[in-house]
C-alpha cells in the first residue's frame, strides 16, 4: 500500500457519531452503511460533500528526514460544541499519545499527535460550521 493511499486507509477510519438521548452524549452511530465519517485529502472535497467529514493534507518523506507536520480538519455542522469535542476525543483515540505505527510500500510511517494537539475554529460565513484543527507529526520510516 502507497503512504497515500495507507494516510486515507488510516483516516477513514474515524466513527461517525449519533447523539444518544439515553446517555446524553455522542457514540458511535449504528449506522452499517455508514459507520465511519468520509475523509478527503484537503485538495480533493468533492463539491457538495455533506457535513460530518475529516480533512487532511498530505506530505511525504522518508527515512533520515525530518518528521512531517500534517494537518487534519474535523468539519461538522451543528449549533453548539458537544459533535466536534466528541470527534475530536475519537480522533485522540485513533491517535494515542505514543502515536500509531501504519504499515506501507517499502516501511511504515509513525503518526503522533502535533503541538498544539487541537484547536477549535468557526466557519466565519456560517457559524453552524465548527471545525477541530489537529497538528499531526509523520515520521517515515520508509527507503523513498
Not at 458511535?28 to 455508514?34: H, M, S
Not at 510511517?109 to 484547536?119: A, D, E, H, L, S
Request: charged share 25%; hydrophobic share 35%; aromatic share 12%.
Amino acid at each position: 500500500m502507497t503512504k497515500e493511499a495507507a494516510l486515507f486507509t488510516f483516516f477513514s477510519t474515524l466513527p461517525k457519531l449519533a447523539y444518544d438521548k439515553d446517555s446524553g452524549g455522542y457514540t458511535a452511530a449504528n449506522d452499517e452503511e455508514e459507520a465511519t465519517i468520509p475523509a478527503y485529502v484537503n485538495t480533493a472535497v468533492p463539491d457538495g460533500a455533506e457535513l460530518p467529514y475529516l480533512t487532511y493534507t498530505v506530505l511525504i518523506g522518508a527515512f533520515g528526514e525530518p518528521a512531517c507536520s500534517l494537518t487534519v480538519n474535523i468539519w461538522c455542522r451543528t449549533t453548539d460544541e458537544a459533535e466536534p469535542n466528541a470527534y475530536a476525543r475519537e480522533l485522540g483515540k485513533l491517535i494515542p499519545r505514543g502515536g500509531v505505527l501504519l504499515h506501507c510500500d517499502g516501511g511504515g510511517m509513525r503518526i503522533y499527535r502535533g503541538n498544539p494537539w487541537c484547536q477549535s475554529l468557526v466557519d466565519d460565513t456560517d457559524r453552524t460550521i465548527k471545525r477541530r484543527y489537529f497538528n499531526v507529526e509523520v515520521e517515515y520510516i520508509t527507503e523513498e
